[in-house]
Nanobody, 115 residues
Framework: QVQLVESGGGLVQPGGSLRLSCAAS????????MGWYRQAPGNQRELVAT???????NYADSVKDRFTISRANAKNTVYLQMNSLKPEDTAVYYC?????????WGQGTQVTVSS
């Protein structure tokens, strides 16, 4: 049974920081491409960042230079460090694990950026 469990969301003021974590089980974590996506109310789910098994990263233009994705294979965990948060970053953030035709999603964690 594959499980991706996100944590670390919450309410933060504009300009603040949060660190999201996603703990994976039921997969050989180190060989999966991991990613973070987000969905705001009324919007489609969109890519935030991905990291390959080799550590190559990719970011949406809207989060470049503010967000950092990383992975700890020994802990089966992927992280998203979010700095300089803006109200438009408010969304449910989802963890994603992909390998060939396997595509797994977590339940999501809410991030709200508001004063």
């Amino acid at each position: 049974q594959v499980q991706l469990v996100e944590s670390g969301g919450g309410l933060v003021q504009p300009g603040g920081s949060l660190r999201l974590s996603c703990a994976a089980s039921g997969i050989i974590f180190s060989i999966y491409r991991m990613g973070w996506y987000r969905q705001a109310p009324g919007n489609q789910r969109e890519l935030v960042a991905t990291i390959t098994s080799g550590g190559n990263t990719n970011y949406a233009d809207s989060v470049k230079d503010r967000f950092t994705i990383s992975r700890a294979n020994a802990k089966n965990t992927v992280y998203l460090q979010m700095n300089s948060l803006k109200p438009e970053d408010t969304a449910v953030y989802y963890c994603n694990a992909v390998l060939a035709q396997q595509d797994h999603w977590g339940q999501g964690t809410q991030v709200t950026v508001s004063s």
